[in-house]
């Protein structure tokens, strides 16, 4: 990831650790991000490029975020970036769909 935030903090590598670039695509009316590609830690949950997104969107806690992979599915918060990577990479990067409300089953 790209910038220093206390959200993105959590995703910095602590040590040269491998990284996964993240493309975030807005769906529907959620707000479309200025900056939609980042870099977020291999290791780390998917969580925790949750938290970066809904401080990216200036989201409250009690706002609504659906996320979903390559616009099929919805990871669960503990799946690690790396291996969302592994095995949904599209072109180099873990594409991130996100919506504000449900966009799919």
Sequence with gaps: MATATPALDRLSPAQAQPTVVVRF??????????NNVFKATAGHKF???????RQQLGMKKEDSLFTYINAAFAPAPDDTVGN????FG???HLIVNYSN???WG
């Design 25 to 34: 695509k807005s769906i529907g009316s959620a707000p479309i991000m200025k």
């Design 90 to 92: 599209t072109e180099g």
């Design 47 to 53: 969580q925790a490029v949750i938290m970066f997104l």
């Design 101 to 103: 409300t449900q966009a």
């Design 84 to 87: 969302l990577y592994k095995s």
